[in-house]
């Protein structure tokens, strides 16, 4: 009877974690793939790395403490592998917020990050399985407009293209009416002086600054940007659908 309780109350401590460090395994090594794959900051990979030898460290200190318990029918230090890597996560989680800040300030939007301006606005939109959703980020440049315009020497000038025109502020062409105006919710007036960027981010883009076949896809993923000389403000735009 008290081999069967120690093997429920062996059960009950060490084995409820395991679901918690499967998901968080397999959250953080799609963290850590996507992370490569978009060639992100060096903090970022680090830190979704480490997340994922949390977690599987964690499965495999799980199977070694309980197999060591079953045999010997007494709990020891060893019993409890699992539970200091469940603190050992638990400061991981606390730095994520932080960590995620940083790279935030650090991450750049065609050479700008926010850490370098001061940001006016922004939102995102981004959610579900399939990360549909947009994103804008508006910079106030003035204070560092000099460094401002170095990013913005290989810029294309505006006006922008026909097709980032229409998607952007709507518009009609061969007597289709496009009624988009993705620059109202990026909160993107009509500028004149200035510069812009593009990004092509489609997986079936051939050219990422071409934006010739934007209209001949079910599907939008790109990027814009666009520097008002003005007002020394940047609009940075992410649509993806």
């Given at each position: 009877m008290k081999k069967k309780i120690l093997i429920i109350s062996l059960f009950v401590v060490l084995a409820l974690p395991i679901p918690v460090a499967m998901l968080g395994c397999l959250l953080t090594t799609i963290w850590f793939l996507a992370s490569l794959i978009k060639v992100t900051s060096?903090?970022?990979?680090?830190?979704?790395l480490m997340g994922v030898l949390i977690s599987a460290t964690y499965i495999i200190s799980y199977i070694f403490a309980l197999n060591k318990t079953w045999r010997e029918k007494t709990f020891s230090m060893k019993s409890f592998l699992p539970i200091a890597h469940c603190l050992l996560a638990l400061l991981y989680l606390f730095s994520l917020?932080?960590?995620?800040?940083?790279?935030g300030e650090t991450t750049e939007y065609f050479g700008f990050a926010k850490k370098d301006?001061?940001?006016?606005?922004?939102?995102?939109?981004?959610?579900?399985?399939?990360?549909?959703?947009?994103?804008?980020?508006?910079?106030?440049?003035?204070?560092?407009?000099?460094?401002?315009?170095?990013?913005?020497?290989n810029w294309n000038k505006l006006p922008?293209?026909?097709?980032?025109?229409?998607?952007?502020?709507?518009?009609?062409?061969?007597g289709v009416t496009y009624g988009y105006e993705l620059a109202e919710e990026a909160h993107m007036p009509a500028i004149d002086n200035g510069y812009y960027m593009f990004e092509d981010r489609h997986s079936e883009s051939k050219d990422s600054r071409d934006d010739s076949e934007l209209f001949d896809r079910y599907s939008y993923n790109f990027s814009i940007a666009i520097y008002d000389c003005?007002?020394?403000?940047?609009?940075?735009?992410?649509?993806?659908t």
């Open positions: 060096f903090v970022e990979i680090i830190s979704a917020k932080p960590t995620a800040n940083y790279i301006f001061s940001v006016v606005e922004e939102l995102d939109t981004h959610g579900g399985f399939l990360g549909d959703g947009s994103y804008y980020l508006i910079l106030d440049c003035s204070k560092n407009k000099e460094q401002a315009l170095e990013k913005v020497k922008l293209s026909e097709n980032l025109n229409l998607i952007m502020y709507g518009g009609e062409k061969d003005d007002t020394d403000k940047m609009y940075y735009f992410e649509f993806d």
